[in-house]
């Protein structure tokens, strides 16, 4: 489902003029994240963990937007804060969640029980 972002003030990007951005990060699909991963990465030479970069989230926001990063740049602090918030909001979705965890927990435990079996039959 996009997100509406409904922006403080009217911003002029190319012909248009916009007063709220539709974010689409649901429709991306792993081909567009990676395409946006490229672009990122051959704009920022120096970084070593995306996820922690605002450049990475208004990457992905350029693309789940359709607004060129560019312009997205030229937000105002408050708006460019609201789409950065909902990018990452996105992408850091699930990450460490108790389901992950739980599911690695018990991945684990039935592992550590065939090794357990493996050496008692030794």
Known sequence: MAEVIKLRREYK??????KEIVLD???LSGQD???????YKARNKGATVKELEDGWALTVASKASGIKYGDLL??????????????KGFLNAGL????DTENF???????????????DQK
């Open 13 to 18: 990007f190319g012909a248009k003029n916009v």
């Open 25 to 27: 990060l649901e429709e």
């Open 33 to 39: 994240l990676v395409f946006a991963e490229k672009e």
């Open 74 to 87: 030229g937000l105002k602090g408050t708006d460019y804060i609201k789409v950065l918030n909902k990018t």
């Open 96 to 99: 460490g969640s108790a389901d």
């Open 105 to 119: 927990v018990i991945e684990e435990t039935e592992a550590q029980e065939e090794e357990m079996k493996k050496e």
